[in-house]
């Protein structure tokens, strides 16, 4: 990683998993819960969408500095997006997480802080449980998300 890269990876990453964003319960709504046994990670990811459009997101729960961060940056990232539109995100998400160090990437605004992710491939899973979470929610379903049998979280 470049040097500018690895400062934006720690600073993001440490800050929001310090301080993370949109930490609560959310009344009305759906929610789903996402396990990662791996690392001990668990989210409860509440969400609220009205005409396709997400309202409002939280997540509660506990885990290692990377799922935090990537739950708070994933909050803050899909407010005001359609549902189709926060899939979207988490598929550039999770190319720019699962691509070789050094490759270009697209500009995700704070998101591109996850790039770090790159570096320790075994952490993928980490970042990508709020997101997988998320889509549990919006889509209604009722099963705990596992990163249980994912290769590299995909």
């Keep these: 990683m470049t040097t500018d890269v690895e400062t934006l990876y720690?600073?993001?990453?440490?800050?929001?998993?310090?301080h993370p964003r949109n930490f609560r319960a959310l009344d009305g709504?759906?929610?789903a819960e996402g396990d990662n046994p791996l690392c001990g990670d668990h989210l409860v990811v509440y969400v609220r969408v009205d005409e396709g459009v997400i309202t409002d997101v939280t997540f509660q729960g506990f885990g290692?500095?990377?799922a935090r961060a990537s739950a708070s940056?994933?909050?803050?990232g899909v407010r005001g997006k359609t549902v189709a539109?926060?899939?979207e995100l988490f598929q550039r998400v999770h190319r720019l997480i699962t691509s070789p160090p050094g490759a270009p990437a697209d500009d995700l605004g704070a998101l591109?802080?996850?790039?770090?992710v790159r570096q320790f491939p075994v952490r993928v899973k980490c970042a990508t449980l709020p997101w997988r979470t998320l889509q549990a929610a919006t889509g209604a379903r009722s099963e705990v998300v596992t990163t249980d049998g994912d290769l590299n979280g995909r």
């Design 10 to 18: 720690q600073t993001v990453i440490l800050d929001h998993n310090r």
């Design 29 to 31: 709504g759906r929610k």
């Design 64 to 66: 290692c500095a990377i």
């Design 73 to 76: 940056l994933m909050t803050d």
């Design 85 to 87: 539109e926060a899939d």
């Design 112 to 116: 591109s802080a996850l790039a770090g």
